[in-house]
């Protein structure tokens, strides 16, 4: 009951603040999990009990639809041209989800003029009060497109595996994001790790680097254990944490929600809303 009673007052204390906590999920390379985690992750919120949206901006591998099992007939580029509002592009996914598509929209936004870039900001303004949570499933590397994104958040969530190439790509966004925002909430997942132990290893090994080099260390989240219920799970089109709640990969993601939604020092950094939020995105774009 104590729990239960905590969550509740935090729920009322997120909701007063009226602006969503959008949250963006990136990876130094391909291939580490990163959108299997924000879709999950985006779940595992709305199981808490809080309103989620899931934006996909992987313009290079954009498939959190397909993981989901949803195919959004529209994308951000058609709210940019005037062509549908914003809510006409979200979708419903699985437990009440709500999906918004990216698509070309990011190279659209970097061409547009002051005032429609005015207008497509006061209407997606309208979201601040309809979600607690946005998570921005991005791009891997450091290309401007993705760094844009991740950039313009005050919370970053980057992936890695244990592997040691993966955590050499790791460092080197982690390191280009405090060089040019030095202000950045950086967290840390650990994907695929075969044990909790060779997680916390390479997390450590990652912030021994970061702390040398950067001067710097980011917030270890926690890990998600290697489980073949996941593949298995995508080939079917349903998030792991749906078709399979009882797996290793759903108990961890569960336990990494837990620890963000209870983290109050990420609720003190500075988030003004979408509009803010794409106005700093279409300024990366134009750098």
């Given at each position: 009951?104590?729990?239960?009673a905590?969550?509740?007052r ?16 990136t990876?130094g390379?391909g ?5 299997n ?6 779940l595992a919120?709305?199981q808490?009990?809080?309103r989620?949206a ?25 709210v940019l041209r ?19 598509a ?5 190279y659209?936004m ?17 979201l601040?009060r309809?979600?607690?949570f ?15 994104f ?9 992936v890695?595996t244990?592997e040691?190439?993966a ?6 966004i982690?390191?280009?994001i ?13 994907n ?13 090994k990652?912030?021994s ?11 270890y ?6 489980d ?5 799970a995508?080939?079917?089109?349903l ?8 797996s ?25 809303g ?6 700093r995105?279409y300024d990366?774009l134009?750098?």
């Amino acid at each position: 009951m104590r729990d239960q009673a905590e969550a509740l007052r935090k729920m009322v204390r997120k909701q007063e603040i009226s602006t969503p906590r959008i949250i963006a999920i990136t990876s130094g390379k391909g291939g580490v999990g990163k959108t299997n985690l924000s879709v999950n992750l985006s779940l595992a919120l709305v199981q808490m009990g809080y309103r989620v949206a899931l934006l996909d901006v992987d313009l290079g591998l954009a498939n959190a639809d397909i993981v989901l099992g949803v195919s959004p007939e529209y994308n951000l580029s058609h709210v940019l041209r005037g062509e549908k509002t914003i809510n006409d592009i979200i979708v419903e996914g699985p437990l009440g989800l709500k999906v918004l598509a990216g698509g070309s929209g990011v190279y659209d936004m970097a061409n547009l003029n002051g005032w429609r870039l005015e207008a497509f900001a006061n209407s997606i303004e309208q979201l601040n009060r309809d979600f607690d949570f946005v998570i921005l499933d991005t791009g891997g590397g450091i290309h401007r497109n993705v760094l844009s994104f991740v950039l313009a958040t005050t919370e970053v969530i980057v992936v890695t595996t244990p592997e040691p190439t993966a955590i050499t790509d790791a460092y080197g966004i982690i390191k280009v994001i405090y060089q040019k925002n030095p202000h950045s909430q950086i967290n840390l997942v650990v994907n695929m790790a075969h044990s909790p132990g060779e997680a916390e290893e390479a997390a450590n090994k990652l912030n021994s680097v970061l702390q040398q080099f950067v001067n710097k260390q980011v917030t270890y989240l926690g890990y998600v254990l290697f489980d073949q219920h996941v593949s298995k799970a995508v080939a079917d089109q349903l998030p792991v944490i749906i078709a399979h709640p009882s797996s290793m990969t759903s108990r961890s993601i569960q336990r990494i929600a837990r620890f963000l939604a209870g983290d109050e020092t990420s609720s003190s950094t500075p988030n003004n809303g979408f509009k803010k939020f794409f106005n700093r995105v279409y300024d990366l774009l134009r750098i």
